[in-house]
């Protein structure tokens, strides 16, 4: 069984059901809530997201380049 619902972000598909075919079909039908407004509260927020994006990864590389790992 394969169902799969493409999004560009996790968690916006929800409730996910399965509905009787279409005709005389074998396949069924797939029915779902998908989330397109999402409010958040931020004083009950506790959680921390990093910025990886963000990251100066060049810099990094350089700096890594120039370890003797060997050692």
């Not at 958040?40 to 927020?45: A, G, I, K, T, Y």
Request: hydrophobic share 30%.
């Amino acid at each position: 069984m394969l169902d799969y619902i493409f999004t560009d972000e996790e968690k916006l598909a929800e409730k996910l059901d399965y509905e009787t075919s279409l005709g005389k079909s074998d396949h069924v039908c797939l029915t779902w809530s998908y989330i397109i407004k999402v409010t958040e509260d931020h004083q009950m927020s506790n959680t921390s997201m990093l910025n990886y994006w963000k990251g100066n990864y060049s810099q990094m590389n350089a700096e890594l380049k120039q370890i003797n790992w060997d050692d």
